[in-house]
C-alpha cells in the first residue's frame, strides 16, 4: 500500500495506554490525524462519514473499522509470517480417525505405560498399554486427567523474570554471564533440587552438570517423598532398595499401615497383580487373602479380609508380636479386637512360611519398615514372594532439609529448581521461602508459575510429557519412552534440555537427540541403532530393561527398639497425600477436584478427619470448623467424621491451600505443610484440637453411607452357598410388551458385568468416562445443589460398627434396564431403546422435563442446568473428542456404554468384514481405565463371550433386580474368606 501512514505507529497508539478511551470516544477518532490520513487514502466514503457521524453513518463507520482492523494485523510483528499448506497428507494420519502413540506417564518421576489417542493431531484420551510389562493396560486418575493438564490455560507459558514476561534468549544471556565465574570456582555454592528423578536420561544430564561443577550439590524433595521406605530397607540390608510383591506366590498378605492399592507410583502394577493372584486362587477353590491394621482408612485397609484399627504409634509393637510368633514365641494374649487380629493375621503368616507377604505403606516409619523386613525374612518370604531391586529413582541426592539448611548458613549463591516445588511442599518448619530469599540467584522451572516461581528469579516453562521426548523407568525398573503427540503448545523445553544448556552454555540441544544419545551404544551401527529405537517407540518401552532382583542379606544389627513413649495427651495428626490431587502437583486440574475422594466423597476441598469416639467426646458435628495446633503453628479445616479412623487420631491430607494468583486451586482448602514436621514428616504427636465455632459444610456427592437394609452389595463367603440371583428362573411378569424381533444382520445385546471383589474404588474408571465423553466440571456450588454430572460414580458403604466397619464401593453407570422406567415417563421419547439393547438418549429431542429421572430407581441420569461448557477457552475445547456430542443447556445426560466405540467397531468389523463384531473388539471407556480389570463389556447373546461368562457365574447379580428393570449391567458378589468357628474377627 503506498501513500499510506504508519502502520506501526498506528498500532502503538491504538494499543497504548490511552488505547481504551481512544476507541470508547467516537470524537477522538474523528480527531486523530492518523486515522482521517489512512481513511482518506483508503476509504474516501469513510472519512466522510467520520466528520459527520450519524445513526447510520456510525453504523457504517464501525463496519469499515474492523476492516481497518484486519488490516494492521497485516503489518509487521504479527506473529507467523508463513503458513504450511496441508497438501501432502502427514504419513499415517487420516482426517477423521484416532492414531495411537505409545508413551508413558509420569507420577512422582515414575512412569506407566500408556497409549495416546490423537484425532488430527490433538491427543484426546489416554489409555493403558496392554504389552508394557509393569502396567499391563491399566491407568490411573493422575493418567487419565494428564490430557487435561496438556490443554490447561493456568500452565506456564513464557519465561518469567520477576514476575515479568522475559525470553528464552534473555535468560540465556543472563546464564552465560554467570557461568565463567562458576566454572572458575567448580560450582562452589551452585544446588541443584529435583523431584524424583528415574529417567536415564535426565540422570546422565545431572552427571554431565556435576562433572562441569564438580562443587555442585543436589537435592532431591518431594511432597511425599520415598525417603522413610529407603531408610527402612538400608537398616536391614545396608543400602536402599525397593520391595516388589509377588502376590501369585502367596497364600497370604498382612499389610500394616499398607497402600499397595492406594493412589501412588505403583497403584496400576500392584493392584493389577494382586486381582490376578486372587482370581486365580479362588479358582483353585481358595482365597488370598489379605489381613490390614491402619490407624487411618485407605482403599487397601478397605478391601481387607480380615481389618483391624491400630493407632499410628501401635503398629511398631504390633509387628514385633508378629516378629515374635514368627521367630515360634507365644501368640498375642488378650480379647481385643487388636490382640484377636494379630493372632489371626500371625496364624496365618506361619501357615504360609515362604508362601506369606508382610508389607508397609509409604507412610510408615523407617523401623517399621526395618521391622516389617525382618519379619519377612523370619518367615522365609524374602526372596520368594518378596523380590528386592535397586531403585528405579536415582540415589546419593540430599535433602530438603539439608538444602534449607546450607541456605540460612548462605553457602547457597544460585537454586536452581527443576520441576519441584519446595515452597509449597517442604514442611512448615524448614520455612523454605524464608531461607530462599537469601539465595543471591533463584531459577525455577516447572509446568506452572507456582510458589517457588512467585519467589523465584527467573521462571521457565516446562514441556508437557505429551509434548516431549523423554524416558522414564516405571516401578519395578522397566525404561517406558516417552514421545511428543502434539507440537509443543507454548514455549516450554524438557528438563534434559535445561540441563545440557547449564552443563555446556550453548543454546538447548535437541530433545530427541539427548534421548537418543543415551541409549546409543558407541560400538552399534546407525542403521541397526535406529531400528532399535524406532521398535522401542513402536512398543513404548525398552523390553527387558526392569530392574533384575537383588540377592539380599539382613545385617546384623538388632531389630529396631521400641520407640520411647510419647507423651500422655494431645492428639496425633497424620499426614496422607490427597487421593484425588496427591501432593498439590496436580491441584490445577478441574477434573480432579470434581472427583469425589474414594472413602468421603468430597469435592473442591479437604477435610480433617477424625473417629467417631473423638468427635463425640468433642462435640463436633461435620462441618464443624476445628484448629489444630502443634509447635506454634496451626492449621484449620473443617471436620469429617470418618468410619474406621484411628481414636485420638486425626488425618490431614496434603495438595490443597495453595495461594497462587488466577490459579483453579487458589483458596481452595488448608494447607497441612506448616504442621509438617521435618523428618518424620507423616506424623505428628502431642497436637491440640479445638473448635473455632464456624462451620464450613464440606461438599459431597454421597450423603447415605449405609445400604439402609438393601442388598446393594453382596459378599459371598468362600464355600457357602451363591448369592447370586437364580439362574434359569422365569421372568417375573410384567406390562412391557416382548421385545420386537431384531433383523438378521443384528448380531450383539450389549450388556456389563462388574466384579466387586476386584474393585478398588480408585476412580480410574470416572475420570476416564469424563475424559471419553465431553463431561462437564460444574463447580463446587453446583455439586452442592445437587448437580454433579458425572455419568459414572462409585458408590461406597459402611457395614458393621462405626469404629470397625466393613467398606465396600459399587461402581453404578447406566444400567440399560431392558425394560427401562425411564422410557416409560418420557413424555417425548427422547430415551428409547435400539435393536442392539441399548437404552438411548436423543439430546435434540430432550425438553429438560427432568421425568426419566424422577422414575429412574438407580439415579444415573444427570441434568444440565446450566451451559457449563459455554466458558471454556479455546485451548480447552480442544481436549474435547468430536466423536460425543456437547450437549447443550436443558437435556439429560447419561452412560451410553460408549456407543461411539460400538459404532466405530461396527465400521470396521461387520460393515467392513462382513462378521459379527468380535468379542473384544469393543472395550468401554470405564473398562479400559481399571487397573484391575474389574469390569467386562460385550455381547451377551454370545455365550462365548467373557461378559456371557460373567453373568453364568453364581455370583451375578442384578441391582435392585426385585424391581424387575431387567437391567443389561449386572455384579459378581464381592468374596470373604470362610468364618472360623470360636474365632471372632476384629
Given at each position: ?655 490443597y491451600g495453595r495461594d497462587v494468583p488466577d490459579h483453579l486451586s487458589r483458596g481452595l482448602g488448608y494447607d497441612a505443610g506448616p504442621l509438617r514436621p521435618v523428618g518424620a514428616s507423616w506424623r505428628l504427636s502431642g497436637a491440640k484440637l479445638t473448635k473455632t465455632g464456624r462451620r464450613s459444610v464440606p461438599v459431597t456427592t454421597q450423603h447415605l453411607g449405609t445400604m439402609e437394609g438393601e442388598d446393594l452389595v453382596r459378599v459371598q463367603a468362600l464355600g457357602a452357598a451363591p448369592v447370586g440371583d437364580p439362574k434359569g428362573a422365569p421372568a417375573p411378569a410384567s406390562f412391557y410388551p416382548p421385545p420386537e424381533s431384531q433383523d438378521r444382520w443384528v448380531a450383539a445385546q450389549w450388556g456389563m458385568a462388574i466384579d466387586l471383589d476386584a474393585c478398588i474404588g480408585c476412580n480410574a474408571c470416572v475420570t476416564a468416562c469424563q475424559a471419553e465423553n465431553n463431561i462437564p466440571v460444574v463447580g463446587r456450588e453446583e455439586v452442592a445443589l445437587g448437580r454433579w454430572m458425572g455419568w459414572l460414580r462409585v458408590d461406597r458403604y459402611y457395614a458393621g460398627e462405626l469404629d470397625a466397619p466393613s467398606t465396600h464401593f459399587q461402581p453404578v453407570p447406566c444400567m440399560h434396564c431392558e425394560q427401562a422406567p425411564c422410557e416409560l415417563g418420557c413424555p417425548v421419547e427422547a430415551t428409547l431403546h435400539d435393536s442392539e439393547g441399548l437404552n438411548l438418549q436423543v439430546y435434540n429431542r430432550c425438553v429438560g422435563t427432568r421425568t426419566c429421572q424422577s422414575y429412574c430407581p438407580y439415579k444415573v441420569r444427570r441434568f444440565n442446568y446450566l451451559d457449563y461448557t459455554g466458558g471454556m477457552t479455546p485451548v480447552e475445547q480442544q481436549q474435547r473428542n468430536p466423536e460425543v456430542t456437547v450437549r447443550a443447556r436443558g437435556v439429560m445426560e447419561k452412560c451410553t456404554y460408549c456407543i461411539q466405540r460400538i459404532t466405530a467397531a461396527r465400521i470396521t468389523s461387520a460393515k ?75
Open positions: 500500500m503506498t501513500g499510506t501512514p504508519d502502520l506501526a505507529a498506528l498500532r502503538e497508539k491504538l494499543s497504548g495506554g490511552d488505547g481504551p478511551r481512544f476507541w470508547r470516544s467516537l470524537d477522538a477518532v474523528a480527531d486523530s490525524p492518523e486515522f482521517r490520513d489512512y481513511l482518506a487514502a483508503e476509504f474516501p466514503s469513510a472519512s466522510r462519514l467520520a466528520a459527520a457521524p450519524e445513526r447510520r453513518g456510525f453504523l457504517k463507520l464501525m463496519a469499515a473499522s474492523f476492516a481497518l482492523g484486519g488490516l494492521t494485523a497485516c503489518g509487521a510483528g504479527g506473529g507467523r509470517d508463513y503458513e504450511v499448506p496441508y497438501v501432502n497428507q502427514p504419513e499415517r494420519i487420516v482426517p477423521g480417525t484416532d492414531l495411537s502413540y505409545a508413551s508413558s506417564s509420569v507420577f512422582d518421576g515414575f512412569g506407566n505405560g500408556v497409549l495416546v489417542t490423537t484425532r488430527n493431531g490433538r491427543p484426546l484420551k489416554i489409555e493403558g498399554n496392554p504389552d508394557h510389562p509393569w502396567s499391563r493396560g491399566g491407568t490411573d486418575v493422575l493418567a487419565q486427567a494428564s490430557v487435561l493438564g496438556l490443554y490447561d490455560p493456568f500452565r506456564s507459558q513464557a519465561v518469567q523474570q520477576l514476575g515479568r514476561p522475559s525470553s528464552w534468549a534473555a535468560f540465556r544471556a543472563a546464564l552465560q554471564a554467570q557461568m565463567p565465574a562458576w566454572r572458575e570456582n567448580r560450582g562452589e555454592g551452585l544446588a541443584l533440587l529435583t523431584g524424583p528423578v528415574t529417567s536415564p536420561t535426565l540422570a546422565a544430564q545431572i552427571a554431565r552438570l556435576r562433572a562441569a561443577y564438580p562443587a555442585l550439590r543436589w537435592h532431591v524433595g518431594a511432597g511425599a517423598s520415598r525417603d522413610g521406605l529407603y531408610e527402612g530397607a538400608r537398616r536391614s540390608y545396608g543400602r536402599p532398595l525397593e520391595t516388589l510383591p509377588q502376590f501369585d506366590r502367596a497364600r497370604t498378605i498382612v499389610a500394616l499401615d499398607g497402600d499397595f492399592l492406594d493412589l501412588g507410583p505403583g497403584q496400576v502394577g500392584l493392584s493389577r497383580r494382586w486381582i490376578d493372584a486372587r482370581r486365580a486362587a479362588y479358582a483353585d477353590g481358595r482365597l488370598l487373602t489379605l489381613h490390614a491394621a491402619a490407624p487411618t482408612p485407605t482403599l487397601t485397609s478397605a478391601k481387607a479380609d480380615h481389618g483391624v484399627v491400630v493407632p499410628a504409634g501401635r503398629l511398631e509393637d504390633l509387628a514385633r508380636d508378629l516378629l515374635g510368633m514368627a521367630s515360634g514365641g507365644a501368640a498375642l494374649g488378650g480379647d481385643d479386637p487388636v490382640a484377636r487380629w494379630a493372632r489371626g493375621a500371625g496364624k496365618a503368616l506361619t501357615e504360609a512360611r515362604g508362601a506369606g507377604i508382610v508389607t508397609a505403606g509409604l507412610t510408615a516409619s523407617p523401623d517399621l519398615h526395618a521391622l516389617v523386613h525382618r519379619l519377612n525374612g523370619a518367615l522365609g518370604n524374602t526372596g520368594t514372594t518378596l523380590l528386592h531391586v535397586e531403585p528405579a529413582a536415582e540415589q546419593g541426592a540430599g535433602t530438603l532439609a539439608e538444602l534449607a539448611e546450607a541456605m540460612e548458613r548462605g553457602t547457597v549463591k544460585a537454586l536452581i529448581v527443576l520441576g519441584a516445588n519446595p515452597v509449597y511442599e517442604a514442611p512448615g518448619a524448614l520455612d523454605f521461602a524464608a531461607r530462599m530469599a537469601r539465595v543471591p540467584l533463584k531459577i525455577h522451572a516447572g509446568l506452572y508459575s507456582d510458589e517457588t516461581g512467585a519467589h523465584a528469579d527467573w521462571h521457565l516453562p516446562i514441556a508437557h510429557p505429551l509434548e516431549s521426548w523423554g524416558d522414564v523407568r516405571s516401578f519395578d525398573g522397566t525404561v517406558g519412552l516417552i514421545q511428543p503427540t502434539i507440537a509443543p503448545l507454548y514455549n516450554g523445553r524438557t528438563l534434559p534440555q535445561m540441563l545440557a544448556f547449564l552443563a555446556g552454555g550453548g543454546d538447548a540441544e535437541d530433545a530427541l537427540a539427548l534421548v537418543k544419545a543415551r541409549w546409543r551404544s558407541d560400538s552399534e551401527d546407525e542403521a541397526a541403532f535406529e531400528a532399535r529405537f524406532s521398535e522401542a517407540l513402536r512398543r513404548g518401552f525398552w523390553a527387558d530393561s526392569a530392574r533384575p532382583a537383588e540377592t539380599v542379606a539382613l545385617t546384623q544389627d538388632a531389630a529396631p527398639s521400641p520407640a520411647p513413649t510419647a507423651p500422655a495427651g494431645g492428639i496425633e495428626v497424620l499426614f496422607r497425600p490427597d487421593p484425588t490431587v496427591w501432593d498439590g502437583t496436580h491441584a490445577d486440574l478441574a477434573w480432579l477436584q470434581e472427583l469425589p475422594k474414594p472413602l468421603t466423597k468430597v469435592v473442591w476441598e479437604n477435610v480433617i478427619a477424625l473417629s467417631p469416639r473423638l468427635a463425640e467426646r468433642e462435640g463436633v458435628a461435620t462441618g464443624d470448623v476445628l484448629r489444630i495446633e502443634a509447635a506454634g503453628r496451626a492449621v484449620e479445616g473443617p471436620a469429617w467424621i470418618l468410619p474406621g479412623q484411628a481414636d485420638d487420631t486425626v488425618t490431614l491430607t496434603l495438595g467392513d468384514a462382513h462378521a459379527p463384531i468380535p468379542d473384544g473388539a469393543v472395550e468401554t471407556a470405564c473398562q479400559g481405565a481399571c487397573p484391575t480389570r474389574a469390569i467386562t463389556f460385550g455381547n451377551v447373546a454370545d455365550p462365548g463371550s467373557q461378559v456371557s461368562a460373567a453373568r453364568r457365574d453364581p455370583r451375578e447379580y442384578a441391582l435392585l433386580g426385585h424391581l424387575n428393570t431387567r437391567p443389561r449391567t449386572t455384579y459378581l458378589a464381592g468374596l470373604a474368606p470362610p468364618a472360623e468357628p470360636g474365632e471372632r474377627e476384629g
